[in-house]
């Protein structure tokens, strides 16, 4: 296929993320990210460890995997199995204590990120992370901090903010007119979604749809979303409120293309060529597996799997900080230029 056809297949895949996130608000988002999640981030994971990262350390793979694993930890303690549990101080302390101090390695995971890809040092890599530090211990107690880097990071930031900067570099680097067009079709829907006319009495959520959203906290983005765009203090959610309902669109459409991007890009950055025979059925055998957990509880897939879904989060970081880079790089020779 050539790059002018997936640019074209890729205005198809946002226009349909678009309608289907406009008429399947809730339902679309917890279908992707159940079906599609995984199969994302496994074969994502395979490609990124296979470009060693894009970072010359050999450190950064063990410090992802360390943070991933202490973040899930208070979700998995959240399970019922560990009810029985409930009055044990240390389970108390690790479900609802220790998450409010492991926003700090999101924070931690983007300043290393950013030291081991801007600095060949490793004496200014190191003061990077020790300033980093610092500054976490300084900002702990401001909730903003909390919200952008524990919540809007690895979740809205993550799927639209880092897609529509990979767009942004790929149309750049190709040159192509109609990547350039995408870029700006993504770059408004939330702004499109905000002048939509809704009829509330269009749409249905039955009971499984909304306890399934609140039950997984999938609400509190809602919530924190809405407090920035000044919808609301931040404390209350619904799912037939107009702004509620177009915020969920946005988090729909930003997930569900977020997914259909990455599929849709396989001739350009060749991510699979990067999968054997034997990773190809390994991948495809957890995906089963995956799927085969989101319809037994959908609870306890998202526990179980949250480790996996952190790992690609933290692993995408170089990789952002380099498509930083090239995009500044770019607008910096368009500048001189013109000038």
Not at 6 to 27: E, G, V, W
Not at 55 to 66: A, M, N
Not at 98 to 118: D, G, K, Q, W
Request: hydrophobic fraction near 55%; proline fraction near 2%; charge should be positive.
């Amino acid at each position: 296929m050539k790059i002018n056809n997936i640019d074209a297949l890729n205005t198809f895949l946002i226009l349909i993320s678009f309608m289907l996130a406009y008429l399947l608000p809730f339902q679309l988002f917890l279908f992707v990210y159940a079906i599609l999640g995984p199969l994302h981030y496994f074969t994502e994971i395979n490609w990124i460890q296979n470009n060693d990262y894009f970072v010359k350390s050999k450190v950064w793979s063990f410090i992802i995997v360390v943070f991933a694993f202490l973040i899930a930890v208070p979700v998995l303690a959240r399970l019922s199995a560990f009810d029985i549990l409930e009055n044990n101080q240390l389970i108390y302390k690790v479900r609802f204590v220790m998450p409010e101090y492991l926003n700090s390695l999101f924070f931690l995971s983007v300043v290393i990120a950013f030291s081991l890809v801007v600095f060949k040092n490793k004496k200014y890599q190191l003061i990077s992370v020790l300033v980093g530090i610092i500054i976490a211990v300084l900002v702990h107690k401001l909730p903003l901090y909390h919200v952008v880097f524990g919540i809007f990071l690895p979740t809205i930031i993550h799927v639209y903010v880092f897609t529509l900067l990979f767009m942004l570099y790929g149309a750049i680097k190709l040159k192509g007119r109609i990547g350039y067009f995408n870029v700006l079709l993504v770059a408004v829907a939330p702004i499109m979604i905000s002048f939509l006319t809704i009829d509330q009495s269009f749409y249905y959520f039955s009971d499984i749809i909304k306890s399934t959203y609140v039950g997984n906290r999938f609400h509190v983005l809602n919530a924190n979303l809405s407090k920035i765009v000044g919808a609301s203090d931040g404390t209350t959610f619904f799912f037939y409120e107009i702004a509620d309902l177009k915020i969920q669109m946005f988090i729909s459409f930003a997930y569900t293309y977020h997914y259909l991007n990455w599929f849709s890009k396989t001739t350009i950055i060749g991510w699979h060529k990067k999968l054997t025979q034997k990773r190809s059925i390994l991948i495809l055998f957890l995906w089963a597996i995956s799927i085969g957990l989101y319809f037994y509880d959908y609870k306890i897939a998202i526990s179980l799997l949250l480790f996996c879904s952190l790992i690609h989060v933290f692993m995408e970081l170089p990789l952002n900080i380099i498509s930083m880079k090239q995009v500044a790089k770019s607008v910096y020779r368009s500048i001189r230029i013109r000038n």
